[in-house]
């Protein structure tokens, strides 16, 4: 996915040398340490997706936080991609080839979840935005790395200081500075993401320079570090192919154990009390109708814990459970 060499300044055409310049097998690695992250958190929203863990714990506040490390990783290692890539000047076929990988393949992610989830379809998630930062990030190669820092932290604090109602409409929603997020399964916004690629761009000018000429440079990893390495190598392939894959192998794990018996039952006792009470119900009497009505709908085969949907007589015994409940909540009632 990103670019892990160094190339000198250019030379006059006379003297152009043709060895290809060393891969920095460090880079490697820490590409490779991302995608293991990435892959790690991917499993956990796959399991709470398809109903095998009791919460999708991917998206609790940890869950939230440890997304956004990762994903600031990954931008941060494309700056210095393009730093690693680029050198002392741009070079345009290798450039150009990349950009035309990622940009196929950002575009391969829409066609394919538009399909698969049209509700949440990814729009511009990390490989659109790692496709528009790659080109936006150009003209600060030739910037003092001082100043490409300081931009830096003005794209990144944009979204606190221009956010707007009016930024929120869906040609605008790739920006990040409207007020509400959209329904997507993967937001990567260029406010305030591209702040993290103009971070990792401005610190490869400042350290790859130092690093070049360190024993790191020529350090090779063994044993998993090699791996690390080799998958950090290919790393868009990896990230293409491996969300499939775990979501092939997961669906066949849930059609033969069935959904976790407490799958959906927090969100379900939070969402039943939040309804309860906005309606008028005492808080208390909510969440004791929120607990009894879970039970009564499991006792009775109608909780639907593999998320589908209810028939209309499902439904109408599923109203008159609830209310049992919240009569026998209140005291006014014997248990449904």
């Known amino acids: 996915m990103l670019a892990s060499r160094l190339d000198p300044a250019p030379l006059p055409p006379a003297e152009v040398s043709p060895v290809p310049p060393a891969r920095f097998a460090v880079v490697d690695l820490a590409r490779g340490a991302a995608l293991v992250a990435m892959a790690a958190y991917h499993t956990v929203w796959d399991l709470g997706f398809l109903r095998l863990t009791p919460d999708n714990y991917a998206l609790t506040a940890p869950g939230r936080v440890a997304a956004h490390v990762i994903a ?15 050198g002392g000047g741009i070079r345009p076929r290798p450039y150009l080839l990349r950009l035309l990988r990622i940009g196929g393949a950002a575009l391969l992610i829409t066609l394919a979840t538009a399909f698969a989830f049209p509700d949440s379809f990814i729009f511009f998630g990390v490989l659109h935005c790692i496709a528009v930062s790659s080109v936006l990030a150009l003209p600060f190669l030739r910037i003092p790395p001082l100043l490409v820092g ?15 109602p009016l930024l929120d409409a869906p040609a605008l929603r790739f920006l990040g500075l409207g007020v509400t997020l959209p329904r997507t399964n993967d937001y990567v916004p260029l406010f305030p993401w591209f702040g993290a690629v ?18 790191l440079a020529s350090w090779r990893p063994a044993g998993i570090g090699r791996a690390l ?7 868009l392939a990896i990230y293409l192919l491996h969300q499939p894959v775990l979501l092939a192998l997961l669906t066949g794990l849930v059609t033969l154990t069935g959904p976790h018996p407490r799958a959906g039952l927090d969100r379900f006792h939070a969402d039943y009390t939040g309804n309860c009470v906005r309606t008028g119900g005492e808080a208390g009497a909510c969440g004791r109708a929120a607990r ?16 589908r949907a209810f028939t209309a007589a499902e439904t109408v015994r599923a109203q008159a459970l609830s209310e049992a409940c919240y009569a026998q909540a209140e005291g006014a009632a014997p248990p449904p």
């Open 198 to 215: 103009l971070a990792g761009l401005a610190a490869g000018r400042v350290l790859l320079p130092r690093l070049a000429g360190s024993r």
């Open 150 to 164: 300081l931009a830096a932290l003005l794209v990144a604090a944009a979204p606190h200081l221009v956010a707007s």
């Open 292 to 307: 009894c009505t879970a039970e009564a709908l499991r006792r009775e085969n109608l909780w639907s814990g593999d998320g």
């Open 229 to 235: 390495a080799f998958a950090g190598r290919h790393s």
């Open 72 to 86: 600031g990783s990954f931008l941060v290692l494309v700056g210095l991609g393009l730093v690693l890539m680029n």
